[in-house]
Nanobody, 123 residues
Framework: VQLQASGGGSAQPGDSLRLSCAASGRTLSRYGMGWFRQGPGKEREFVAT????????GYADSVKDRFIISRDNAKNTVTLQMNSLKPEDTAVYFC?????????????????WGQGTQVTVSS
């Protein structure tokens, strides 16, 4: 399976961006999906996760109430809607698939990663 993330770019504080992750080679409905990010000089950190069925979602405290993760299993895509962006959201964002967990906040549970898309928030 390959994951392709898109939708990154530059934004001003308070703006919104929408990231998409498209999968090829495997049906996403069988797997838990997540978004992670890696800021300059930082470790890759958890952002959001969604159950394989979409019934449950989880967020890092830093993005809760601002970001929304969703999935369309029919289209084999996962989306991260990012609202009220802050400069500290600047990072490379990665979508990831877990073949062992239907839902997870742990980076180690994810075994397939997309290439990452840059998000830069500045005024």
């Amino acid at each position: 399976v390959q994951l392709q993330a898109s939708g990154g770019g530059s934004a001003q504080p308070g703006d919104s961006l929408r990231l998409s992750c498209a999968a090829s080679g495997r049906t996403l409905s069988r797997y838990g999906m997540g978004w992670f990010r890696q800021g300059p000089g930082k470790e890759r950190e958890f952002v959001a996760t969604i159950h394989r069925s979409g019934i449950s979602t989880g967020y890092a405290d830093s993005v809760k109430d601002r970001f929304i993760i969703s999935r369309d299993n029919a289209k084999n895509t996962v989306t991260l809607q990012m609202n009220s962006l802050k400069p500290e959201d600047t990072a490379v964002y990665f979508c990831a698939l877990s073949s062992t967990k239907w839902y997870s906040r742990q980076r180690s549970d994810y075994d397939v990663w997309g290439q990452g898309t840059q998000v830069t928030v500045s005024s």
